[in-house]
């Protein structure tokens, strides 16, 4: 079996007095540089770790060939949106800066990401050169943003709509976690905030190709969010792959079986492979 090697702790930004850092899982089987791919973790913008799924899911990918790059960003008590894109777009400089140093290919990158992870990935590949998006994060700002294929794992794609609620689900459920994003209790008083920062109004026909993976009993965002932007992709022109797991609920365990971490390497793999 492939082995993994796992450097940690490589810091990508600084802002203000928050160190920003990722962990390269790469293979050793391979000699040459290893295409690599950015993962964004999940946790709602407010909790979470780059090392979440460390053994179970980065290494079991990084096994399949691919190199992981897991970075940390700002939560919302560390910065409101949009400083969370642009941490995301910071470690993808780095990554072009500093990728060769650390045994990866970096002529083509991938992003991934988890949930709230997955908003992140897929603004960073809707958004390269947009202004309002790139920020001014990290010691590396004459390298490109731009990703070449984006794995989104059930994660938003409607911030409004995902955070509206009827007056029983408001009784009954825990309040939105988009809205803090914007530092709001109430994400309709900052809708074209949200609208702008949702990856469905970002679609456009030169979109890297997406594979998107969504459970059809997850109970946290409903499989609609990765249907529409499959559609929306599709009819823009762009290339899109969507998978529905059959009994997979949020963070369902099932994203994590070797079929289906196979079928993912296999998809950035045949994008990354230059």
Same mark, same amino acid.
């Given at each position: ?10 810091? +990508?930004?600084? %802002?203000?007095? %928050?160190? #920003?850092? #990722? ?16 993962? #964004? ?12 799924? /460390?053994?179970?899911? #980065? ?31 910071? /470690? ?7 990728? /060769?140093?650390? @045994? ?8 991934? @990401? ?10 960073? /590949? ?83 190709? +997406? ?55 296999? +998809? ?7």
């Amino acid at each position: 079996m492939t082995t993994v090697r796992i450097t940690t702790d490589l810091e +990508f930004a600084r %802002v203000d007095d %928050v160190c #920003l850092t #990722l962990d390269i899982y790469r293979p050793t089987s391979q000699t040459k540089a290893v295409p690599v791919v950015l993962y #964004l973790h999940g946790g709602g913008w407010q909790v979470g770790d780059k090392t979440d799924g /460390a053994k179970e899911r #980065l290494t079991a990918l990084a096994e399949r060939g691919i190199a992981i790059a897991s970075a940390n960003y700002r939560f919302v008590g560390q910065g409101l949106f949009p400083a969370q894109i642009h941490d995301t777009k910071a /470690a993808v400089r780095w990554l072009r800066a500093n990728g /060769a140093t650390h @045994g990866l290919a970096t002529d083509r990158i991938g992003i991934w @990401g988890a949930s709230a992870g997955a908003v992140l990935a897929s603004l960073t /590949a809707l958004t390269a050169g947009d202004s309002d998006f790139e920020g001014t994060v990290g010691d590396h700002p004459e390298q490109s943003s731009a990703v070449d294929v984006a794995v989104h794992w059930f994660g938003q794609t409607d911030l409004l709509a995902n955070s509206a609620r009827s007056w029983l689900e408001r009784d009954l459920l825990k309040p939105p976690f988009e809205a803090p994003l914007f530092g709001v209790d109430d994400l309709t008083t900052v809708r074209e905030e949200a609208r702008a920062a949702s990856p469905l109004t970002r679609v456009h026909a030169d979109a890297p190709p +997406f594979l998107i993976a969504h459970g059809d009993r997850d109970r946290i965002t409903p499989a609609s969010e990765s249907v529409a932007l499959h559609d929306a992709l599709v009819r823009a022109g762009a290339e899109s792959t969507l998978l529905m797991l059959g009994g997979a609920g949020h963070e369902g365990p099932e994203f994590d079986r070797p079929d289906h971490l196979s079928l993912t390497a296999a +998809f950035l793999a045949a994008h990354l492979h230059t």
